[in-house]
Each structure stands twice: as structure tokens, then as C-alpha cells.
């Protein structure tokens, strides 16, 4: 197992914005993607958005496009996500996960089985 460690989470207003970070204890996060969930209490894990490491290629769920960003420092192997204009329904614990699995687009990506790799997640809350 591979230690993928997220932080940033907490609570905020909407509207408001936080950062999330993915790092990957005692290693890179050169994977062919690492990714960002989400699950809300009673719903399924959802799709965020995902990096593919070596084209630097970002994908997004349609519920986050055009507010949450993805990047990443190559220096500090951390992979960062950026929500903007958070809304309540943002609400969920946040998970980074990592996939060796290399395939052309991100349409892949978007299932979590094709994820080998997982952090413990981190909460946030967005009130209203």
C-alpha cells in the first residue's frame, strides 16, 4: 500500500474556497492519474476530477467544472485541489486516490475501480 495522505479540509461559508492536498508518503505521485472523490453521507462515491501525470491532462465532474481546479507542484510531489464558489451540496468527506493504470483520455478515470491506491480522506463542510 502506498500512503496517500490528503489535508486542507474544514468548514467554510458558501461561496467561500479551501485547497485540498494529496501527498504520498515516502514517495512521487508519478502515477498514470491521481484523482480526487467525494461521498456524501448516503450517496455514492463521486467524481471530481483527475490529473494524469505524465501529459498533465485534468478532467472534471460536471458538478465541479469551472469552479474546482486541479494542479500539482512537481518540486513537493503534492497534488492540490483548488474549490472555488463551494456550495452546501459540496459537502462530503474528500478522498485523493492514485491508479497505475495508463489509458488515452479520462474517461476511465472516472470510476474509482480503476483506482489502486486510496487516502483516508478529509471532511468538508460547506454551510449555508
Known amino acids: 500500500q502506498v500512503p496517500l495522505v490528503e489535508s486542507g479540509g474544514g468548514l467554510v461559508q458558501a461561496g467561500g474556497s479551501l485547497r485540498l492536498s494529496c501527498a504520498a508518503s515516502?514517495?512521487?505521485?508519478?502515477?498514470?492519474?491521481v484523482g480526487w472523490f467525494r461521498q456524501a453521507p448516503g450517496k455514492e462515491r463521486e467524481f471530481v476530477g483527475c490529473l494524469t501525470w505524465s501529459r498533465q491532462s485534468t478532467y472534471y465532474g460536471d458538478s465541479v467544472k469551472g469552479r474546482f481546479t486541479i494542479s500539482r507542484d512537481n518540486a513537493e510531489n503534492i497534488m492540490y485541489l483548488q474549490m472555488n464558489t463551494l456550495k452546501p451540496e459540496d459537502t462530503a468527506v474528500y478522498y485523493c486516490a492514485a491508479s497505475r493504470n495508463y489509458y488515452t483520455g479520462g474517461n476511465r478515470y472516472r470510476e474509482p475501480n480503476e483506482y489502486d491506491y486510496w487516502g483516508q480522506g478529509t471532511q468538508v463542510t460547506v454551510s449555508s
Open positions: 515516502g514517495r512521487t505521485l508519478n502515477y498514470a492519474a
